[in-house]
């Protein structure tokens, strides 16, 4: 088994769609500060939502540079049952960075509510002006993106050049 990282758009997507949720990681004064966050993705942009006030916001407000790191297929391997070092975990993952841009265009809210929604649904919904006014919209341009595949069998790959060994 090898680590892969994948350099294909259409593979990171593909891994980005089949989770569920994504761990954001922002600055909080010189202290790091991740959470779980439901997710929209679309055109190479994170589509995430908040209430307009906390922790997070005011880090934000402080320093907009954010990470975020999307995990699936996740499965126990090993080599040998008795041999604690030979076990790893199989999984692929995404990792990207931008800076959050907070959107405060109520049609743009409400069509980053419906890419979010999109991620979870395939229902159309519509929302009340409180509801869109009320929500903090971030959007998260990726500027740099990480993707890899560890646990991948040796020869899966073999010969693919959309991957990269890294391990």
Request: charged share 30%.
């Amino acid at each position: 088994m090898k680590t892969v990282e994948h350099l294909d758009n259409e593979r990171i997507e593909k891994i980005i769609r089949k989770c569920d949720v994504c761990f954001v990681g922002v600055i909080d004064g010189d202290v790091p500060y991740v959470l779980p966050m439901n997710f929209g993705f679309k055109d190479n942009v994170i589509y995430l939502h908040s209430a307009p006030g906390g922790r997070v916001i005011e880090a934000l407000n402080n320093n907009n540079n954010i990470c975020v790191t999307f995990s699936t297929d996740h499965e126990l391997a090993f080599q040998h049952p008795e041999v604690a070092c030979s076990y790893r975990m199989k999984s692929k993952s995404v990792v990207a960075w931008g800076k959050v841009v907070f959107q405060e265009d109520m049609a743009k809210k409400e069509e980053a509510l419906n890419i979010i929604m999109e991620q979870y649904s395939d229902k159309k919904f519509t929302y009340s002006e409180p509801a869109i006014r009320n929500v903090k919209i971030w959007e998260v341009p990726i500027d740099n993106v990480s993707c890899k595949e560890f646990g991948a069998p040796h020869e899966k790959y073999k010969g693919d050049d959309s991957v990269r060994r890294t391990f």
